[in-house]
């Protein structure tokens, strides 16, 4: 069974403080893993797909990696307004149409 | 481009109840994916539609059903409500299922 491990569960970061969040996997045969930032009270919002070991993506003050066996989400000096919960998921190759695995996410709070 | 689409956005009911929520996906997105989120279990996927057809199930009891039409619009349906159904209900749209999904802004579900 596919399973995804998020570390830290918090973070508390100072306003251009910038931090790594890890996202640990196991799957068989990973179809694609992907980020997502989650407000209070709203759905996931779509951040990067990774899709093979290697393989880097970055949007503003996010970057997302990856390796065979986990995923790392680098905040560079981060605003306040990055405060969000982050979540990865990833999808397997067999028998997982339209199924996500998500893990527990790391909720992270940037103070002024 | 508009995105998912979910209706009602929140619903009180009390327990032995039934419930019907809806969703509209990305425009061309002929898969779609419903998820319960809890605070205890985190994000959950509950079933995956696609061509009218369910292709993929989580571990959840036969309570909770679905189906989709031909214009790719999904339903869920919850009977006979349990207290620990309470949760965010997401639903998710890709192209085929084994891509990138978007989420739309989720119903909020009480039972009482």
């Known amino acids: 069974e596919d399973q995804v491990t998020q570390s830290p569960e918090a973070l508390r970061l100072q306003e251009g403080e910038s931090s790594s969040l890890n996202c640990s996997y196991t799957?068989?045969?990973?179809?694609?893993l992907f980020w997502y930032r989650q407000d209070p009270g709203k759905g996931p919002e779509f951040l990067f797909t990774?899709?093979?070991a290697g393989e880097e993506k970055e949007k503003e003050r996010l970057k997302a990696t990856l390796t065979k066996k986990e995923s790392f989400l680098h905040i560079t000096a981060p605003k306040p307004e990055d405060s969000a919960t982050y979540l990865c998921a990833v999808q397997g190759s067999t028998d997982s149409w339209g199924k996500l695995q998500f893990g527990a996410g790391t909720q992270v709070v940037v103070t002024p | 481009k508009a995105g998912v689409t979910q209706t009602p956005r929140y619903l009180i009911k009390t327990r032995g109840q039934q419930v019907t929520l809806s969703c509209s996906p990305i425009?061309?997105?002929?898969?779609v994916s419903w998820y319960q989120q809890t605070p205890g279990q985190g994000l959950q996927f509950l079933f995956e539609y696609f061509s009218e057809t369910q292709r993929n199930k989580g571990n959840f009891p036969g309570r909770f059903s679905g189906r989709q039409f031909s214009n790719s619009r999904s339903e869920m349906n919850v009977s006979t409500l349990e207290l620990g159904d309470s949760a965010l209900y997401l639903c998710?749209?890709?192209?085929?299922?084994?891509?990138?999904?978007?989420f739309g802004p989720g119903t909020r579900l009480l039972v009482l």
């Open positions: 425009s061309g997105h002929r898969s």
């Open positions: 799957v068989s045969g990973l179809r694609g």
């Open positions: 990774l899709y093979s």
């Open positions: 998710a749209s890709s192209r085929t299922g084994g891509e990138t999904q978007y």
